[in-house]
C-alpha cells in the first residue's frame, strides 16, 4: 500500500510515517520512481508505534525496542529487558497519577451536579 493509504487506515500523518522510517521504526519498499510501499505489517507496526507514543516514549527507545516485538516467542537481550521494565514502571506510575486525576475530577462533576439539584 501507499503511504497516503498507510496514514488512512492508521490515523497517523503522512509526516509522520515519514519520520518513523527516518528513524528506523517502519520500513518501505521504493518504486523505480521513488514512492513508498508498505506491507500489510506496517499498519499493526505504526499502530504500536503511536500507543507508544501515546504513553511517553520517545522515538530513541521505540527503535530500540520493536526489533524484539516479534511473536516467536525469541528473547531480547538484558539491556533491552531492563528497558521495558523500567518503561513498565514509568506507565504504571503514569497510570495512578492519571486515575487519581480522575478521582479528583469525578469528586467535582458529582458534586457540582448535587449542588445543581439542590437550587
Request: overall charge positive; charged content about 30%.
Amino acid at each position: 500500500m501507499r503511504i497516503g493509504e498507510l496514514a488512512e487506515r492508521t490515523g497517523a500523518s503522512v509526516r509522520s510515517l515519514r519520520y518513523y522510517e527516518k528513524q528506523g521504526m517502519l520500513s518501505s519498499e521504493r518504486s523505480a520512481s521513488g514512492q513508498r510501499y508498505y506491507g500489510e505489517d506496517a499498519v499493526s507496526r505504526v499502530v504500536l508505534i503511536r500507543q507508544f507514543f501515546a504513553v511517553g516514549m520517545n522515538s530513541k527507545t521505540i527503535a530500540a525496542l520493536l526489533p524484539y516485538i516479534k511473536t516467536n516467542g525469541e528473547r531480547c537481550p538484558p539491556e533491552v529487558l531492563r528497558q521495558l521494565i523500567a518503561e513498565l514502571d514509568r506507565i504504571d506510575t503514569q497510570a495512578d497519577e492519571l486515575a487519581r486525576a480522575r478521582q479528583t475530577l469525578d469528586g467535582m462533576v458529582k458534586a457540582t451536579r448535587e449542588a445543581m439539584r439542590g437550587d
